[in-house]
């Protein structure tokens, strides 16, 4: 919780007052501390993006997102991997398919990955629109890597969340990360991407894999940022 109210303010593209104002109306996730406003800003955007609002592309070319070390977001999930089918009639049995089939190296323990998703796991406080979620977005999940991996993964059967007000997802992004400052900047690329008129419709739609892909390069070529590809 280190972002102030003028951190989010940028962050979201808006004034200090609307920040006050959603404060009031206890729509945005705020702490207050030692008298003054805090924001998680993985929290915070999961917020934005669950709210359709669109950051700031300012944000990837400061120094903390904008490291030309920073992986990018097309290089995580080329890592990862777009794949469909996956099968399960509830949360745990769609987060152990998802476990199953990511690309990692031997040296990970899936079990401990699986019980660490599933401890974390919130689909209801993720779920974004569309039938899309990001799981364990405020909890990064953070492994020995030698590069970040996110797999998209379209799910057989659409899964209800059980959670009152909720709407049914089946479009799931699961990012693992070697620190959580990558998970913080591969997760505000792709709130960004998802905002972007072309790449959510091709997403809802479920384009080709490799269209898929080039419409997120697409949409980081946008950014304006030189980054360096993963390693």
Same mark, same amino acid.
């Given at each position: 919780?280190?972002?102030?109210?003028?951190?989010?303010?940028?962050?979201?593209?808006?004034?200090?007052?609307?920040?006050?104002?959603?404060?009031? *109306?206890?729509?945005?996730?705020?702490? %207050?501390?030692?008298? *003054?406003?805090?924001?998680? %800003? +993985?929290?915070?955007?999961?917020?934005?993006? +669950?709210?359709?609002?669109?950051?700031?592309?300012?944000?990837?070319?400061?120094?903390?997102?904008?490291?030309?070390g920073m992986a990018r977001l097309s290089d995580a999930l080329r890592a990862g991997g777009i794949r469909s089918g996956i099968r399960g009639s509830d949360a745990a049995t769609v987060l152990r398919r998802i476990v199953e089939t990511m690309p990692?190296?031997?040296?990970?323990?899936?079990?401990?990955?699986?019980?660490?998703?599933?401890?974390?796991?919130?689909?209801?406080?993720?779920?974004?629109?569309?039938?899309?979620?990001?799981?364990?977005?405020?909890?990064?999940?953070?492994?020995?890597?030698? *590069?970040?991996?996110?797999?998209?993964?379209?799910?057989?059967?659409?899964?209800?969340?059980?959670?009152?007000?909720? *709407?049914?997802?089946?479009?799931?992004?699961?990012?693992?990360?070697?620190?959580?400052?990558?998970?913080?900047?591969?997760?505000?690329?792709?709130?960004?991407?998802?905002?972007?008129?072309?790449?959510?419709?091709?997403?809802?739609?479920?384009?080709?894999?490799?269209?898929?892909? +080039?419409?997120?390069?697409?949409?980081?070529?946008?950014?304006?940022? +030189?980054?360096?590809?993963?390693?």
């Open positions: 919780m280190n972002l102030l109210v003028k951190d989010a303010a940028r962050l979201l593209d808006v004034s200090e007052s609307t920040i006050h104002r959603w404060i009031g *109306q206890g729509s945005i996730p705020a702490y %207050r501390l030692n008298e *003054q406003y805090r924001f998680n %800003r +993985a929290e915070l955007l999961s917020w934005a993006a +669950a709210q359709g609002l669109t950051i700031s592309p300012e944000i990837f070319r400061e120094g903390e997102s904008g490291d030309s990692l190296p031997s040296t990970v323990d899936r079990d401990h990955l699986y019980e660490m998703l599933l401890a974390r796991e919130a689909f209801g406080s993720t779920a974004i629109g569309d039938g899309i979620a990001i799981p364990h977005v405020r909890c990064p999940v953070v492994l020995d890597l030698e *590069q970040p991996t996110m797999m998209l993964c379209f799910l057989e059967r659409p899964l209800d969340l059980g959670v009152p007000g909720s *709407q049914s997802i089946d479009v799931l992004f699961t990012l693992v990360s070697p620190t959580v400052r990558t998970h913080l900047h591969l997760l505000s690329r792709l709130i960004y991407v998802l905002r972007a008129p072309k790449f959510r419709p091709a997403l809802v739609r479920r384009d080709a894999p490799d269209d898929l892909l +080039a419409a997120v390069e697409r949409c980081e070529g946008g950014l304006g940022v +030189a980054v360096a590809p993963a390693r």
